[in-house]
T-cell receptor
């Protein structure tokens, strides 16, 4: 247990489905992040939230919609995904300092 | 822009061999440097970090020294075990963005054989 909990661990969804990924931290961190990790590709930063405000969106397609209702919870809403969106989605949190991130275990998403 | 470059993998070693994974960086300002490890099926875990020049981070037998003159933060371990097989990521964080945002290298896969 790292202090950052992601659910579900595995998700299989059809291209017309709507689903959500959840991330929760009770470390008192102020910032939360979504990363996408695909096979044989570098980690891709998707979204950054600081104090519940989105401060970065790295040209992510609108079929991915983040939500941060409070500084402890982060969601990634998914709809009409494509097979190439299949990947490991990682959530992380941090303080606004140089202390690094704490990562969750990730959600393995498969789009069929 | 800021960036991190790691040596290409996979790195394959026999148990008890010496490990070096090279990492160099480009950054404006004074970055903090990190090594993360990802075991199969898991997220990334912080392995060690260094926040200023000449600092040495260490954990679980792994070490890395922040070398400002060569802009490097190479990961070393004197005697690897099969359980060290994982993907290792070098990363940096700068004050420039003030968000604590980490920039990662592409990862280096380590395979340790018995």
């Amino acid at each position: 247990e790292t202090g950052v909990t992601q659910t579900p661990r595995h998700l299989v969804m059809g291209m017309t489905n709507k689903k959500s990924l959840k991330c929760e931290q009770h470390l008192g961190h102020n910032a939360m992040y979504w990363y996408k990790q695909s096979a044989k590709k570098p980690l891709e930063l998707m979204f950054v939230y600081n104090f519940k405000e989105q401060t970065e969106n790295n040209s992510v397609p609108s079929r991915f919609s983040p939500e941060c209702p409070n500084s402890s919870h982060l969601f990634l809403h998914l709809h009409t995904l494509q097979p190439e969106d299949s990947a490991l989605y990682l959530c992380a949190s941090s303080q606004l300092t140089h202390y690094g991130y704490t990562f969750g275990s990730g959600t393995r998403l498969t789009v069929v | 822009g800021d960036s991190v470059t790691q040596m290409e993998g996979p790195v394959t070693l026999s148990e008890e061999a010496f490990l070096t994974i090279n990492c160099t960086y480009t950054a404006t300002g004074y970055p903090s440097l990190f090594w993360y490890v990802q075991y199969p099926g898991e997220g990334l875990q912080l392995l060690l970090k260094a926040t200023k020049a000449d600092d040495k981070g260490s954990n679980k037998g792994f070490e890395a020294t922040y070398r400002k003159e060569t802009t490097s933060f190479h990961l070393e371990k004197g005697s690897v075990q099969v359980s060290d097989s994982a993907v290792y990521f070098c990363a940096l964080s700068t004050l420039a963005s003030n968000t604590g945002k980490l920039i990662f290298g592409q990862g280096t896969t380590l395979q340790v054989k018995p």
